[in-house]
């Protein structure tokens, strides 16, 4: 792991450490129930909640299990949502990726354009073979997402999480390095 947080740039946006400066912006989207609905966490309620949040970010880049970038818009610098990896596992070249973004950002590409980035950061500096995404079923804006970015359906993981009082059933998604159409 490099000691210094990695900036990825794209055409419209640029994907960097969140930080706590950022919690004001991220409480706006992580209160929203229609952008939390489908990540097994309730609505926040407190910038400490997102502090904590941010902590989970540095948790997992230190420990080496997965790495999150804010996405923000280059014209103001302001996170938007978040992208990036979890449940790194370098024994086996695979990790999850994760996301979710600001309702005000929904429909214009935004979220697409991140994890592309995010994947092709993955398969050339970690050396990732397999990328996989866990998707609730009723979300059908994240399958199609993933899908146009070229993950294949596996199957349903019944009962696989327990998460705000109940079992989810996911669907697993991956996209195998081969699978990228340009890398």
């Known amino acids: ?10 055409k419209r946006l ?9 919690a004001g912006d991220m409480l706006d989207y992580l209160t929203d129930i229609e952008v939390v609905k489908h990540m097994g966490l309730e609505p926040f309620q407190t910038v400490d909640e997102v502090w904590e949040e941010i902590g989970w970010y540095q948790s997992i880049r230190k420990e080496g299990t997965g790495i999150r970038w804010g996405i923000t818009m280059k014209d103001n610098g302001k996170v938007i949502g978040s992208c990036g990896f ?3 596992a370098p024994k086996h070249f695979r990790a999850e990726v994760g996301y979710e973004l600001n309702q005000a950002h929904w429909g214009k590409g935004i979220a697409g354009e991140a994890l592309e980035a995010v994947v092709r950061y993955g398969y050339h500096h970690f050396q990732l073979e397999r990328i996989e995404a866990l998707i609730e079923p009723a979300n059908i804006p994240s399958q199609r997402l ?5 993950f294949k359906r596996e199957g349903l993981l019944r009962h696989y999480e327990y998460t705000c009082g109940k079992f989810d059933d996911l669907l697993m998604y991956s996209l195998i390095k081969k699978d990228l159409k340009i890398i």
């Open 146 to 150: 993933v899908e146009k970015q070229g």
């Open 14 to 22: 640029i994907l960097r450490e969140a930080t706590k400066a950022d």
């Open 1 to 10: 792991m490099e000691n210094e947080f990695p900036v990825i740039e794209t």
């Open 86 to 88: 979890l449940n790194r």
